[in-house]
């Protein structure tokens, strides 16, 4: 589900800078800027990373949702005859193509911030375990790092989810119209939700989300960076690119499974 993005450091010179240059530390000031650099690249990063995500695969993600709530809109006849190709072939015979990305705006409006605050609160996360007593991070310890990658997915998915609910609200319901239009976009949705619903609709199934989204996370993260170390430690010259994907292939079959 997830893919990290790392800030590669170019060394000017080459190997040979490395070895004649004697090591230095660097002032406060530009570590400060380095730690900046990183914040903005691990929330533009992430953000970008899961809104193409999403956009790829918005045709799927259409249809999961029509079959989940297909019981609510069609007779018995229609659901016995449901399929993946009949689904698909309805969509573009009565709505169209363009139909498979209905939604897919507020989906990517929901998914930058999300996927933005995600990584970003997991890194967050991970530097206030390691400052608890026994967590710091001296030197390898498996056991300790999986429980950090673990506590810190979990916590971020939920800060994450619940920063960014409502979004996911109207995507959802966006993506659940067929024929009928009873959401015209995603600011009428909000407007709707809130005068019908009150604000406390925008959160409806808050709860039932964060049960899912915090194991998840929690364990995509984990699972990711363990195949990274794992990876790495092995065979340390393959393409970061490669093992990202790979690994982010892996954690996400692991979450959702």
């Given amino acids: 589900m997830q893919t990290e993005a790392r800030v590669g450091v170019v060394v000017e010179g080459g190997p040979r ?38 956009s790829c695969t918005a045709p799927l993600a259409r249809l999961t949702i029509l079959f989940q709530v297909q019981g609510m809109h069609s007779d018995v006849a229609t659901l016995r005859n449901a399929s993946i190709w009949h689904e698909a072939s309805r969509i573009i015979r009565e709505e169209g ?33 390691h400052m608890i007593p026994g967590l710091e991070s001296k030197r390898e310890n498996m056991g300790r790092d999986l429980f950090v990658h673990f506590v810190g997915g979990g916590l971020a998915g939920i800060t994450a989810a619940s920063a960014t609910y409502p979004l996911d609200l109207v995507r959802t319901r966006l993506a659940a119209q067929t024929n009928v239009t009873y959401y015209r976009g995603i600011w009428h949705a909000l407007q709707t939700i809130s005068r019908e619903e009150s604000v406390l609709g925008l959160y409806k199934g808050l709860g039932a989300t964060l049960l899912g989204v915090g194991p998840s996370i929690a364990i995509s993260f984990s699972v990711y960076e363990s195949l990274r170390s794992f990876w790495q430690s092995h065979r340390p010259h393959d393409s970061t690119v490669a093992v990202s994907l790979a690994c982010g292939s892996l954690s996400g079959i692991a979450s959702s499974t």
């Avoid at 900046?36 to 809104?51: D, F, K, W, Y």
Wanted: charged share 15%; hydrophobic share 35%.
């Fill in 17 to 54: 800078a490395l070895n004649s240059q004697p090591k230095q530390h660097k002032p406060l000031q530009q570590q400060q800027q380095q730690s900046q650099i990183g914040t903005v690249s691990q929330l533009v990063s992430g953000g970008v990373a899961g809104a193409l995500s999403k």
């Fill in 97 to 129: 193509f363009r139909a498979f990305w209905k939604g897919n705006l507020v989906t990517i409006a929901h998914r930058l911030p999300y996927s933005s605050v995600n990584f970003y609160a997991y890194e967050r996360y991970k530097e206030l375990l």
